[in-house]
């Protein structure tokens, strides 16, 4: 990829490209410890290691919790490590989990591999991409942060067509051991490369574009975590993925009570995943003109509505996937930016890797929530209604954020940005 001279606007910008497509690539990346990624192989596992599925289920579990605990620190790494070291890293360390379950024989190992591929896949790469963005962009920020976000739904395309056609090639373990060599000898060799140490230092000659809304000193994470704008946002931030996750465990029931059977579910995932591509795109075109906390609001609406019309039978399964799938969208769309606006950039690793580590753990408490609302004949309307209620509060949490973090003063910022003046 040339380069442009050093200090003009041309090698600002394409700097800037450089880092939004590693971290389009590198979400891509991580479909494999995915949850639609890691399910390819879970026959193949309970096949030939001593274990049911139940017991699998919850070793899964424990090892999601057990990454989304760690993920804080990871998001220190991420503010103190260049995007060029840590993007790179983390996806080689990933090829090296999937490699690695390729040879596992037990239990005890497999809860080992499965929480290192959530930590590294599911944590690890979007914290690092969310900071090195951040930080690289302020008047583009949300649009470049959409452009990353586009590369999970175009890995949910890619990556199941790859399992698949590795599997019948080289068995379950072989394409485990294809797709580890690929991440390490390949991936993160051309995503260091497509960063370059321009992306990864920011250039000084670039202008500041305005100061961050609010930058909390640095070394003071315990009072960004009590504020009570951050408690509220991240309660807000977490209500999508909690319900979302609780409709997707319990789809086959859900479509079934609503009559809409279980062969409608694979085109309707369809539209969910294009109903979230284009709810990113919408959130990258507008939350970079308006408050992020209206992202919350619009996200809430939209999910609200479609599990509201459902729970009364006034809509098709169509508009109810592509409902939430936009909601999905830009709900992540303003958890991206919503942070950098509120508590600045020194501790941003640190404060996302806590948001993620709430979000997903939020992600366990879905399913029991919804089975709650399922119990009788008539619990599909109650399981429907439960969620547009969280649905709800996500509305009346996001309205309730104020335009900045009360505390917080905004001194002339010393980052220097890729965008485009």
């Known amino acids: 990829m040339p380069s442009a001279a050093p200090g003009s606007r041309r090698g600002v910008a394409s700097a800037g490209v450089r880092l939004v497509l590693a971290g389009f690539i590198a979400s891509a990346l991580s479909s494999p410890a995915q949850s639609f990624g890691i399910a390819f192989y879970v026959d193949p596992l309970l096949a030939e290691l001593p274990i049911s599925r139940t017991g699998l289920g919850a070793l899964y579990g424990a090892a999601t919790l057990a990454a989304a605990a760690m993920l804080p620190r990871i998001g220190a790494f991420a503010d103190r490590l260049s995007p060029q070291r840590f993007i790179p890293g983390v996806v080689a360390l990933l090829g090296l989990a999937l490699a690695t379950l390729s040879f596992v024989q037990g239990p005890i190992a497999l809860v080992v591999i499965l929480f290192a591929m959530r930590l590294l896949g599911q944590g690890a790469i979007g914290l690092g991409n969310v900071t090195a963005v951040s930080r690289a962009y302020h008047r583009h920020r949300a649009k470049a942060l959409a452009a990353v976000t586009l590369g999970y739904p175009i890995g949910e395309m890619i990556f199941p067509l790859l399992i698949l ?50 930058v909390a000193p640095e070394g003071n994470l315990t009072t960004v975590l009590r504020h009570p704008v951050f408690l509220t946002a991240v ?54 003109r ?21 729970a009364f039978g006034l809509t098709h399964w169509a508009p109810f996937a592509a409902l939430l799938g936009l909601a999905s969208g830009i709900g992540g769309g303003a958890n991206g930016v919503i942070w950098s606006h509120y508590f600045g950039l020194p501790m941003l690793g640190r404060i996302k890797g806590t948001v993620t580590a709430v979000r997903n753990g939020a992600t366990a408490l879905g399913p029991p929530i919804v089975a709650v609302g399922l119990q009788g004949s008539e619990g599909v309307r109650g399981a429907l209604i439960l969620l547009t209620a969280i649905f709800a509060g996500m509305i009346v949490l996001g309205w309730r954020l104020p335009a900045f973090a009360s505390g917080y003063s905004a001194p002339d910022s010393p980052s220097r940005y890729l965008d485009p003046q």
């Open 165 to 214: 056609g590795s599997m019948a090639w080289l068995g379950w373990r072989g394409s485990l051991q294809f797709l580890g060599a690929g991440y390490v000898l390949v991936a993160a060799g051309t995503l260091w490369w497509i960063i370059g140490a321009r992306s990864a230092a920011l250039p000084a000659e670039t202008p500041v574009s305005g100061a961050e809304p609010a």
């Open 235 to 288: 309660v807000a931030s977490a209500a999508l993925p909690l319900a979302l996750t609780g409709i997707l465990f319990h789809q086959v029931a859900l479509f079934e009570r609503l009559g809409w059977g279980l062969a409608i579910v694979p085109p309707a995932l369809a539209f969910f995943a294009a109903g979230g591509v284009a709810g990113t795109v919408i959130a990258g075109g507008t939350l970079d």
């Open 290 to 310: 308006i408050h992020p906390r209206w992202g919350f609001v619009m996200s809430g609406l939209l999910a609200g509505l479609g599990t509201g019309l459902a």
